[in-house]
């Protein structure tokens, strides 16, 4: 039986996004680092499939994106699937997606933060040398928009995702009469380190998953939204939309233009010691200023995707601390109700942590294993959602659970084995946490 206890008492967030707003912030999660890097990196393993990989990726994402949207609709608070595996599972599953939650994005938000600063630099012929103090100003400048409240914060997203909209929409327009057929053959390599065909495309599918997840940031941020039984699935559903129908088209034209040996050559965009595979494509493109207009599309991608990591974390924690899953001072809000202060600080923190190591290379596997993890959570909830208030069939939710194990274990052998390990550890605070809540 799933455990009701409710965290303590506090103040709630005020709901001020609508429909617009609310697929905006879906979207800036979602169009940055994924569609920048991840296609990149996952046509170096796919080859032309990669485009299949995209395709696959967002089916699997539709399946849990349902999910989160009748989860959301009906249990509308900050925390995603953290609160919903309390609410319809257990503490243990609730705090194994919390857990995840904070371990991928946290990493994930640290990767944005340099790949903006490598991209900023290279424009502007920078040196490298400076790339980690450009990183911390940006997650500095950005937690500080965050702690001006959601209303602020949504303000320069639409700005964000607006201009990478349009580098994007820019980049399919001028590549796409260049698109050969010789780059789209073989189809499926034979000659790939990761063997068989099918294995390939399973593994590029894993990582092209991560890409489209940043919908489940519309779900944590549940309870600042308006009339969320109605708004978070149209914002959910639509966001998921826009960014198919985009995806798709850039791994087209990426693929088709330049082939996928060109495309995947800039797949270590994220640290920033090379272009973003996207500009390295636009390099080939005759029209004049490409590859700058897309430089310029990924800087701001970035900036987007770290800025709404850093409002989704923090909504995150602030859940945690309500539950006393984490200290209770995470749950504490500004006068005003609008911003949970010691969260927003503490995920800032932990993201200029993350940045000064700066050792991101595997982060994008290490986070399509824990994301994949906390989805299949997520699907685990909305099979319980009782039957009256199911939006959607219970088939889809169960389809959502078997994709996301199944893709989990294509990545790396020693990342989910990292990514178990964790967990385990994350399990062993879990059990000390609900100890001393027992204790006299």
């Known amino acids: 039986m799933p455990e009701t206890s409710e965290p303590q008492e506090t103040p709630r967030l005020q709901p001020r996004l609508g429909v617009f707003g609310a697929m905006m912030m879906g979207l800036g999660s979602i169009v940055g680092t994924g569609v920048f890097v991840s296609i990149g990196i996952a046509a170096g393993i796919a080859g ?37 595996g309390y609410q319809y599972l257990n503490s243990w599953l609730g705090f194994t997606a919390g857990w995840m939650f904070l371990l991928a994005k946290s990493a994930s938000a640290a990767t944005a933060a340099l790949g903006f600063s490598g991209y900023l630099l290279s424009a502007m012929g920078g040196s490298s040398s400076f790339e980690k103090p450009v990183a911390l100003a940006a997650v500095g400048v950005l937690t500080l928009f965050v702690l001006g409240g959601i209303h602020r914060s949504h303000v320069v997203n639409v700005v964000i995702v607006s201009a990478t909209l349009f580098a994007l929409a820019f980049f399919v327009a001028t590549g796409l009469p260049m698109i050969s057929r010789e780059n789209l053959t073989p189809f499926f390599p034979i000659d790939r380190d990761e063997g068989a065909p099918l ?3 399973f593994h590029a599918t894993a990582l092209m998953f991560v890409a489209y997840t940043g919908y489940g940031r519309i779900a944590t941020l549940g309870e600042e939204v308006r009339e969320p039984h ?4 149209k914002a959910i559903i639509l966001t998921l939309l826009v960014s198919m129908v985009l995806y ?12 996928s040996g060109l ?3 800039g797949g270590d965009g994220a640290t920033g010691a090379q272009p973003a595979p996207l500009a390295v494509a636009a390099l080939q493109f005759r029209f004049p200023l490409s590859s700058q207009i897309v430089a310029i599309g990924a800087i701001t991608a970035m900036l987007g995707v770290l800025l709404n990591l850093i409002l989704g974390l923090s909504r995150v924690l602030l859940a945690m601390g309500r539950r006393r899953d984490m200290p209770g001072f995470f749950a504490a809000l500004n006068p005003s109700k609008t911003t949970p202060v010691s969260s927003v600080v503490m995920m800032g923190a932990a993201i200029a942590g993350l940045v000064l190591i700066g050792n991101v290379k595997t982060t994008w596997s290490f986070s399509a294993f824990t994301v994949l993890l906390y989805y299949a959570i997520t699907n685990l909830a909305a099979l319980r959602i009782p039957q009256q208030k199911r939006l959607y ?19 790396e052998r020693e990342t989910w084995l990292v990514g178990l390990g964790l967990v385990l550890l994350g399990l062993c605070w879990h059990a000390i946490a609900k100890w001393r809540r027992k204790s006299p």
């Open 48 to 84: 032309p499939s990669v485009i299949l990989a995209v395709a696959l990726a967002a089916l699997v994402a539709i399946c849990n994106g349902l999910s989160s949207a009748q989860l959301a609709a009906n249990h509308p608070v900050s925390g995603g699937t953290y609160e919903y």
């Open 263 to 265: 495309l995947s050559s």
């Open 393 to 411: 069939p219970a088939w889809i939710a169960g389809l959502g659970v078997i994709f996301c194990l199944f893709l989990a274990f294509w990545v």
């Open 248 to 259: 798709l088209a850039v791994a087209i034209v990426g693929v088709g233009a330049v082939g």
């Open 230 to 233: 109605r708004t978070i699935p």
């Open 199 to 201: 294995a390939a495309l």
